[in-house]
Every structure is written in C-alpha cells, then in structure tokens.
C-alpha cells in the first residue's frame, strides 16, 4: 500500500478554490485546473509504501519515489499477473479533480490503433517530445463525474438540429457551413462537411460570426430556447476569433448535475465549459486540439481521428452494487476495459470489506475521513488524500465516516 502525493496542474482555465475546498486549505489565488492521482510520466504521484499504519500528518521515514518507478520496480505487487497480462507493466488508469472556470480546449483523444501507429511513426521519424501529438501509446477514454454543476459539450448533433441554430445567426461568413449541414450525403458526412469548414474560417469570419451572437443572444440561461447559442457566446468571451466557438454550435450542449457522469469515448469530440469533478480515463496524456486554446492547434491530424457521427452524449448514471454493513457504493459502467469508478459511502467504524477483484486500486477521500486496510498495512486519509492499493494488498477494507472514489481495472468479461 502506498500514501500518494499529488501533483496540481495549474493551467490557465482553473478554479483558483474547488481544489483547495477539498484540500480544506485557503486558496491562493492561483489556478489550480486539475490534481493527478497515478503513474503517468509526465506527471506521477509521489508514493511513500505504508507498511504498518499510516494517520494523516504522521511523518514517514520511508523513501518517496514516483510511482511510475514502484510501478516498474514492483510490477507483481502493485499490478498483479492479470494486469499485467492484459495491460503491461504499466498501471492502466489515471484519476484526476478536474476545476474548470473558463473552457477546456475543444479536443479529441485517439482510439487505441491509431494511438499506437502515430505514436510509433512519431518516434521514428525523431519528431521532438515537445513537438508530438502523441506522448504515449495509449488511448484516452474517459468519464467524468460531477461534483459541482457541469457544463460540457460532446459528440455531434444531428445536422437538422445543428443548422437550425448556425441559420439563424444570419451570417454570410457561415455561408459554407449552412450549406455542409443540408448538403448530400450521410449525416456523418454532412457533419465532416462542416466541422471542417468551420474549422478553417478565418478569424474576421469567426469575428463576424460571433459579434451576430452576442447581439442576437440575451438569454444565456440553460432553459433557453438553444442553450447551445448561449455556451456559444461564453466561449466568444474569452476566444472572440476562434473557430471553436462556432464549431461549439455543431455540439450536444450537456449539463451535469452532482453524481452525474459523462462518458468520453475515443474519437469523440468535446470540451469541458465549466465546473467540478473527478475524471477517470485510460492512462494517456494524448491530446488533439482544435481551438479555444492557447496551446498547440493540429486541425489536419484531428480531422484524421474525429468520428463525425452524430448521436447523444453519453451521460452515465451510477448503479448501486452494494449496500450493506455501513457501505453503498455506485458503481459507473462504461465500455472501457481500462478503468472502473466506484463512489463509496463509508459508515462504519468497522473495516469492512468493499467486494471486487483486487489489482491495483486507486482510492480518494472526497469528502469527510477514513481508513484503507489492506492485508497488512492500513492508512487514514482526510480529503484530498488517496492511497494505492496493490493486488498484493488484498480485498479492500473500508472504515470511517466518508465519501470514496474508488478505481480499479474493469473485471475481465468487460475486457
């Protein structure tokens, strides 16, 4: 069992107090976007092995190491032989708190071939780490689970729904894109059509555009007519000539209220708009940007992964699976065999075993404090705080007074 420390990513669109709340420490005034719970290079947690007990605020003389370097190190421990077998010597997920005050880039993350042929054609044609669009070899799907109110936007709407709203702007900079959403062909094609002649407008097209939006939109309200137009003029706020904005109109608007998820597949476009949560996905950092960023923009290498095929976003309910002995846990399905979210209502002062397989398990305090015993060592974590329990740790037992996110590798017969 490992106590881990997290690090914070402190980029530009975070919330400067969801985190801290959490963390019960002022803020700082500073952005804190997202904290990282996992072994990815480009930013592991530093692992300290508990090998008693551990109570928050106790010194520990044992060794701090990334935990990418314990995963690699001590493979069999913390990943188990099937993990390994199906995965690698690698740990599968990534858990992160997600803050978001302004808007995330609208972004698409690669299927699982396509991540491993670029990566490779990258990697052999000597492109530099700073330059790459691929990182790692991995696919990147993921969920994300309100804590706060969220806004989102996901997937593609159906043509004669989005042309309704990108019409009735009346811009003759859209022109094209009006006649891409009515023009032959599948509505798949269609929407290939006009996402990229949206995406290669010039900014005085977007300018124009947007400047109809704001004057024609006043009701920014969910319960609006199209609340697509009203996150549409949020966007132009901050990014006033970017294409995303009007290409945030060819999206499902999604609002997610507390213990709601959203499920992001590969090759799904989105953007996340605003507000809280955790967000649990396939251990990659590979991220294709189309806008509404100051970061590195690849519109051609996107429109070679998007899947154009309209349809509703994904949104995930929990189902109970256990209820008992002072435990409730929620499990969220999703078709990824990386990763399983479970939140977990402990109360008990008992520890009390959390039925699932074992293999490497992530746990986070959301709220309230508890205990993590393992079979051998166990650990108290106040919010903000996570363990890592290795499949050499055993069933998972639970104590305290607490609200747990709890992530493992899907069972097998989802695999």
Known sequence: MWRLVNPVQHYGWGSTDDIPGVLGVAPDGNPQAEMWFGAHPSAPSIAIEVVSTYTPGQSCDLGAVPLDRVVSARTQDVLGSDVTRTFGPRLPFLTKLLSAARPLSLQVHPDAEQARQRYDVEIESGVLPESRNYPDASHKPELLVALAPTVALAGFRRPVDAVVTVAALGAGSLDEVVASLRGPGTPAQQMAAAFEAVLGLSPEAVTAATDLLVAQVQDLSWESGDPSQGIAVNLA?????DPGVIASML??????DPGAGLFVPARMVHCYVSGFGIEVMAASDNVLRAGLTSKRVDVPELLSLVDTTPGP??????????????LTAQRYATPAPDFELTVVD?????????PGPDGPRTVVCLDGTATITGVSASCGLGAGEAVLLGDSDGPLRLSGQARLAVVRVAPPHRR
Do not use: F, I, K
Request: proline share 15%.
């Open 251 to 256: 999206l499902n608007p999604v609002r997610l």
């Open 346 to 354: 402990v109360h008990t002062p008992v520890p009390t075993v959390l």
């Open 237 to 241: 706020a901050d990014y006033p000539d």
């Open 313 to 326: 976003a994904q949104v995930v309910r929990p189902e109970v699976t256990w209820s008992g002995q002072g």
